[in-house]
């Protein structure tokens, strides 16, 4: 019984085995296929780029030539500091922002807070060369700074500066930059309110901010925002994210303002910036009162500087010292509330008053000396150093 049973096994198997195989055969021979070579096929091979621009939007070709035209010219800006940590011992910090270049010897604008601080920079152009980069200057105030490369014969493309005067909320614009360290990054909006003071630090803030809902992320500081021209009309700076992520609103630092700290920079390597020549103290709230002064906001000058633009014009520091809780403050002096009848409550109020003011230029200071109120034009001299 056992012989029959083993043949009987045998068969089943063969059976099994040559269905098997005949399965397999049919599939190789009918059956989808795999690819024997895989390999990157170029673009042109698909079709040219005309065919493809035929297929885009209005709106489409706009956003595709502005960033071909501009990308190549919008720089990947890297930099190396020291730093020290709790044990004072040396830490080294990378930093990453945009910038772009402004003109073919090699000129590049870029934000402040960018290379702030940098013992080295590199800029990597669009088309991956990447160069060294000098300092040239910067204005803090405002946080634009020019860097500059030397291009080595390499012809450099330069974008062109347009006219941020003339922006109209409503404008479409594209943000051109790195964000994350992603290269050459493509984002669109619109203008979405102009004039905004934005005080992005202590010391620094955008007047007359160009506020747009083009996505600004970390990275893209420094590059720079473009109208349907192809010309910079502003220097992405800063986003507003109470959150954390992006939300929609950015600020850029207007292109005009940029021209002059870029003119200043190529042509004497600083900026030149208007001088008043007074410390102040705000006086609002108690002060006001516990001080007995006329009016309830404005600067008490403490301090006219001597040889100073405003001491020469007339402008009166304190005479005597008074204690106000933990601080010795001089009093007596005058109480400044306006400049140029545009109100002044802050340092920050006249960092804005002067902001677009040269040295030589004339300004009418209003101030209160004891109770009576005065004008008094002063010719601003130039701030040294930073």
Do not use: C
Request: charged share 20%.
């Amino acid at each position: 019984m056992t012989a029959p049973n083993h043949s009987h096994r045998a068969r089943i198997i063969l059976a099994a085995m040559v269905l098997i195989l005949g399965a397999y055969w049919a599939g190789t021979r009918f059956g989808s296929r795999q690819p024997t070579n895989v390999e990157a096929v170029p673009s042109n091979a698909l079709t040219d780029v005309s065919q493809r621009d035929a297929t885009l939007t209005s709106d489409e070709s706009i956003n595709v030539r502005i960033y071909r035209q501009a990308s190549p010219a919008v720089a990947n800006i890297l930099t190396k500091a020291t730093e020290y940590d709790f044990f004072m011992d040396p830490v080294p910090v990378e930093g990453a922002g945009s910038g772009f270049v402004i003109d073919p010897r090699g000129y590049i604008l870029t934000n402040y807070h960018v290379v702030e601080g940098a013992q080295s920079i590199e800029v990597v152009l669009g088309d991956q060369t990447h160069f060294p980069a000098k300092f040239v200057g910067a204005d803090q105030r405002n946080d634009v700074a020019l860097l500059k490369i030397d291009p080595k014969g390499k012809q450099l493309i330069a974008l062109k500066l347009g006219d941020s005067g003339s922006l109209q909320v409503g404008q479409k614009v594209l943000a051109i930059g790195n964000p994350f360290g992603f290269q050459s990054t493509l984002t669109t909006g619109v203008v979405s309110a102009l004039g905004r003071t934005v005080q992005t630090s202590q010391t620094t803030f955008i007047d007359e901010a160009i506020q747009t809902d083009a996505a600004i992320n970390r990275g893209n500081s420094g590059g720079p925002l473009i109208n349907t021209h192809g010309e910079v009309i502003g220097i992405n700076s800063a986003i507003y994210t109470p959150s954390g992520t992006t939300a929609g609103i950015g600020f850029a630092i207007p292109v005009n303002t940029a021209k002059n700290i870029a003119n200043d920079l190529m042509t004497d390597g600083r900026v030149h910036r208007a001088f008043l020549g007074v410390e102040t103290l705000p006086i609002g709230g108690w002060l006001s009162e516990a001080l007995d002064l006329p009016v309830k906001e404005g600067l008490l000058v403490e301090r006219a500087t001597k040889g100073g633009p405003a001491a020469a014009a007339g402008v009166h520091g304190g005479d005597r010292i008074a204690e106000a809780g933990m601080r010795k403050i001089a009093i007596g002096g005058d109480v400044i509330t306006a400049i140029d009848n545009q109100k002044v409550a802050t340092q920050l109020d006249v960092n804005l008053a002067l902001n677009h003011k040269r040295p030589g230029d004339s300004v009418t200071v209003t101030v209160y000396r004891g109770g009576k109120k005065m004008d008094i034009p002063v010719k601003l001299g130039e701030r040294t150093g930073n």
